[in-house]
């Protein structure tokens, strides 16, 4: 295919296609195609055209025949490219608009340079000092970064730093010799644990990492009863709901542990946290409750609700509920075969029969009616609610196991809830909104505790 590219001259004298050989005859145009010869100087307005091929450039006035021919081949979009002054094009004309099926071959070439020239020159352009402000070399990056001293680890190492620091003041825990900065230290690191350990993950991991013996069994071994307090907090996070670190508490006798601080620690955050614990570690195991049965766990449950603060009592009847629920629910189970299971296990523990055998009906039959009592002597105190609430509600979830021993004192069980009762009932005294709100839900409360008992 022939290539031609056909240009009009817009300067005075230009050489063609810069070639550096000099011939001073001028160049006297015709209406014909004429050759140029190399260097010869072309006055202004020719209609000129270049063969590639040949080599052979050549030049003529123009008329309106190659008017016509330019734009007849501007509409084929043909390879040739005409070029004429009076096309030239003003600075000042706006920049085109285009519209999405217009055709960028419908416009000269040197006219999209145009508009797009101005385009840009109406465009303000950045200083330098700008630019640099928001875009950073590598290097300057890597100094920020350094000097903010970003370091990304897992919480795998971040457990191992922990372990690591706590190892430094172990002998310090177990032999009550700890400064009073190194309390706060110890008890940072154990505050650290419990927060990395309401995740799932990384309570495996921790106990993989021999946690409760290396960080957890040193607090409770030691004098501190802040230190104490936190480690339970931590063992109670660590086997909630998670079965395989509640195995592992099991095995290393965290149950007996447990039931020792809970019968000789007397601080209440410790019981408390203690009782927290002991709930997390042995609720929906059945392994672990055996063992808290077999080791006096009713037993001092019992005595607790004989004299005890009412947190500490509150936290022993919503456990027992609890467990008392868990073997109600087995019957919702689908799976025939895990229902089987887990009632095997669940029977094995014989929990209703122990209730039975430790009196602990008894002692929360007796804790009710001196509750009851004391709630008719001091004309209604509502911040006794909550107290009055769990022993109610809990009195009603053991009715079933309990009903027999409950008939054995009917008369004064059911005497006291009716006076309470009826003390409620007639009630008259100027309540704000929240305290007779719950005068109303206590109200319900021992009507649904008295329906039971007046089956006796």
């Known amino acids: 295919m022939r290539l031609l590219i056909i240009l009009t001259c817009l300067y005075l004298s230009p050489v063609i296609l810069g070639n550096d050989e000099k011939n001073e005859t001028t160049f006297v145009a015709t209406h014909e195609w004429q050759v140029v010869k190399k260097g010869t100087p072309i006055p202004k307005g020719l209609h000129v055209r270049h063969n590639f091929q040949t080599g052979v450039t050549e030049a003529k006035l123009i008329d ?39 055709n960028l071959f419908d416009y000269p070439l040197e006219e999209l340079k145009a508009r797009l020239k101005k385009i840009k020159q109406d465009e303000p352009e950045s200083p330098p000092e700008l630019i640099k402000q928001k875009f950073r070399d590598y290097e300057t990056l890597k100094k920020e970064l350094k000097a903010l001293e970003i370091n ?4 795998s190492e971040l457990l191992g730093n922990y372990f690591q620091k706590f190892q430094n003041h172990k002998n310090a825990i177990t032999m ?8 706060e230290e110890v008890l940072d690191i154990l505050y650290n644990l419990e927060y990395l350990l309401h995740h ?43 079965p395989k670190v509640q195995l592992k508490a099991l095995e290393n006798d965290f149950v007996q542990k447990l039931l020792h601080i809970l019968s000789t620690n007397t601080q209440i955050e410790v019981r408390s946290r203690c009782l927290f614990a002991l709930s997390a570690l042995i609720r929906q195991f ?26 500490i009592q509150m936290k022993v009847m919503k456990l027992i509920s609890d467990l008392i629920i868990e073997r109600q629910d087995l019957q919702e189970v689908a799976n025939t075969e895990q ?10 523990v014989d929990l209703e029969q122990k209730i039975l055998t430790n009196e602990y009906c008894k002692h929360l039959g007796n804790l009710m009616t001196k509750s009851f009592k ?32 409950f008939k054995s004192s009917e008369d004064s069980l059911l005497h006291t809830i009716q006076h309470l009762l ?18 109303k839900n206590l109200t319900l409360l021992i009507q649904k505790l008295q329906a039971p008992h007046d089956e006796l």
């Open 176 to 183: 009550g010799t700890l400064m009073p900065l190194e309390v």
């Open 422 to 439: 009826s003390f409620y009932q007639n009630l008259n005294t100027n309540l704000e909104q929240n305290d007779n709100d719950i005068l």
């Open 286 to 311: 059945p392994a672990a409750q055996k063992v808290w049965i077999n080791h006096g766990g009713l037993e001092i449950f019992g005595k607790i609700l004989v004299h005890d603060q009412l947190q």
């Open 374 to 405: 004391d709630e008719i002597g001091n004309q209604f105190k509502a911040s006794n609610y909550e107290f009055l609430e769990t022993i109610s509600e809990s009195m009603i979830t053991i009715f079933p196991v309990c009903k027999y021993e």
């Open 339 to 348: 229902s089987q299971l887990k009632t095997k296990a669940y029977l094995s």
């Open 152 to 155: 990304i680890t897992t919480d």
């Open 64 to 102: 309106n025949e190659d008017i016509e021919e330019k734009e007849s081949s501007e509409k084929s979009h043909s390879n040739s490219l005409a070029l004429h002054p009076e096309k030239t094009i003003p600075e000042d004309l706006d920049p085109p608009v285009f519209s999405e099926k217009s």
């Open 200 to 242: 799932i993950d990384n309570a495996k991991v921790f106990t993989d990492m021999q946690g409760m013996v290396k960080i957890i069994s040193p607090c409770l071994n030691g004098t501190n009863n802040e230190i104490k307090a936190e480690a339970l907090r931590l063992l109670g996070t660590a086997v909630q709901s998670n």
